[in-house]
């Protein structure tokens, strides 16, 4: 049986700007051998950014009017890759592929009561030898300040404060897409295995459900 896989990848401001050429697919040369420009069409954004992400982490923090401080140093954005193996999709189909990434979008507007709102934008890729979906979005917490007064705050170290944050992720996750009726297996948290996650690499490369089980497990 095929896995769920999720992971998460926090960044500074000075990250932004690249992730967001890569992600929407503004290079016209990539280094990455595995994209096939010519299929890039079938790309589609579940939801799309209205500016560079920089500008649009900009936008956002001022119409929500998040609090916490921020400096040069800060996370401010994270981003999570949702993918399974290539043998899971195939078998799937185009429709239940869809349903698979609008499923897994729902999942983490959901998790942590996080909000569509602070989604910057959710990139499903059709042009590489795996279905995978960048997905962006502000480590936002829901909380008080000082007076009792209820905020936004944007904390990357809060929002995954807990010890266990990786592990909870992927409990959740595959809890979500299974009671969504997605017949799959859970994938291995870090804080489980001891050993650091998949590179990003590492899960383009994949190219069968028994190369896929193997790395997971081993994890």
């Known amino acids: 049986m095929s896995f769920t896989i999720i992971r998460n990848t926090?960044?500074?401001?000075e990250n932004l700007k690249g992730i967001y050429r890569h992600n929407e697919r503004k290079n016209k040369n990539y280094s990455n051998k595995n994209i096939e420009k010519e299929r890039s069409y079938l790309n589609y954004s579940l939801?799309?950014?209205?500016y560079r992400y920089d500008k649009e982490f900009d936008r956002l923090?001022?119409?929500y009017n998040l609090k916490g401080q921020i400096k040069t140093v800060s996370n401010i954005a994270c981003e999570y890759i949702i993918t399974?193996?290539?043998q899971f999709f195939e078998e799937i189909g185009e429709e239940e592929t869809k349903r698979y990434f609008a499923t897994a979008y729902q999942f983490v507007v959901e998790y942590k009561?996080?909000?569509e709102?602070?989604?910057m934008s959710a990139k499903v890729h059709m042009d590489e030898e795996t279905p995978h979906m960048y997905l962006i979005f502000l480590p936002v917490v829901h909380t008080k300040?000082?007076?009792g007064n209820d905020i936004d705050k944007l904390a990357c170290s809060e929002f995954w404060k807990e010890k266990d944050s990786y592990r909870r992720l992927q409990n959740a996750f595959h809890k979500y897409m299974v009671d969504h009726n997605f017949k799959l297996e859970r994938g291995v948290a870090v804080e489980e295995s001891g050993r650091k996650h998949l590179d990003l690499k590492e899960y383009k490369d994949i190219t069968n459900f028994e190369k896929t089980k193997e790395k997971l497990q081993n994890r």
Do not use: A, F, M, V
């Open 113 to 115: 009561n996080l909000g």
């Open 61 to 63: 923090k001022e119409r």
């Open 47 to 50: 939801k799309d950014p209205k």
């Open 145 to 147: 300040d000082k007076k």
């Open 117 to 119: 709102q602070y989604i």
């Open 84 to 86: 399974s193996d290539k």
């Open 10 to 13: 926090k960044y500074k401001r």
